[in-house]
């Protein structure tokens, strides 16, 4: 089942963005969720992901900074990121996440995040 990626945008330094993945079916509540992000000519980099149970993990750069959660009743997870530097533009894209913090599902289209003055 193909995610769909929201809530991406254009955002000053310092600013806030909230973005939102929808993964309909029934493995959602019953699967490890990551957001990944990739820039030009770099691979995807898992920056924060979810259990089913709640327990998070975060990539340094984003730690303090970005907040990963989940929703098993609407079958959404969410990245609320504040305090946006450049560095963090990139297209975020969200996907099932194996034991190794790899990529299990099909990809979505992905949400712009640009940050800059």
């Known amino acids: 089942v193909q995610p769909v990626e929201s809530g991406g945008g254009w955002v000053q330094p310092g600013g806030s963005l909230t973005l939102s993945c929808a993964i309909s079916?029934?493995?959602?509540?019953?699967?490890?969720l990551g957001w990944f992000r990739q820039t030009p000519g770099n691979e995807r980099e898992l920056v924060a992901s979810?259990?089913?149970?709640?327990?998070?993990a975060y990539v340094e750069s984003v730690k303090g900074r970005f907040t990963v959660s989940r929703d098993n009743t609407k079958s959404t997870a969410y990245l609320q990121m504040n305090s946006l530097k450049p560095e963090d533009t990139a297209v975020y894209y969200c996907?099932?996440?194996?034991?190794?913090?790899?990529?299990?599902?099909?990809w979505g289209q992905g949400t712009q995040v640009t940050v800059s003055s």
């Open positions: 996907n099932q996440v194996g034991p190794i913090g790899n990529p299990r599902g099909v």
């Open positions: 079916g029934d493995i959602f509540s019953t699967t490890r």
């Open positions: 979810i259990t089913s149970s709640g327990n998070t």
